[in-house]
């Protein structure tokens, strides 16, 4: 049963943008909170960027100004529109939904990005 769903990663050079989707729309329960997370070879894995039920959000350092989150509630959609990327983007980046009685994770999709 995969209940979170990614989808847009590749390869791509230094300097040029991907954008990840998750469709959340198997999720019986109501969704607050969406993020993204990744994990690079050898590393813990990180939170990317959240945003909340009510569209707030927030990014990690290494990110903001490059990486913006987005939803669509209606469809139980979250996305991650990444801008000049960098080769230590590189990483498998799984979708998140947070609900009032579980969290759901994706199976992760692969970024690589090339200098």
């Known amino acids: 049963q995969v209940q979170l769903v990614e989808s847009g990663g590749g390869l791509v050079q230094a300097g040029g943008s991907l954008r990840l989707s998750c469709d959340a729309s198997?999720?019986?329960?109501?969704?607050?909170?969406m993020a993204w997370y990744r994990q690079a070879p050898g590393k813990q894995r990180e939170m990317v960027a959240i945003i909340t039920k009510g569209g707030e959000t927030n990014y990690a350092d290494s990110v903001k100004g490059r990486f913006t989150i987005s939803r669509e509630n209606a469809k139980n959609m979250v996305y991650l529109q990444m801008n000049r990327l960098k080769p230590e983007d590189t990483a498998v980046y799984y979708c998140n939904a947070v609900t009032s009685r579980v969290n759901y994770w994706g199976q992760g999709t692969q970024v690589t990005v090339s200098s």
């Open positions: 198997r999720i019986i329960f109501s969704i607050l909170d």
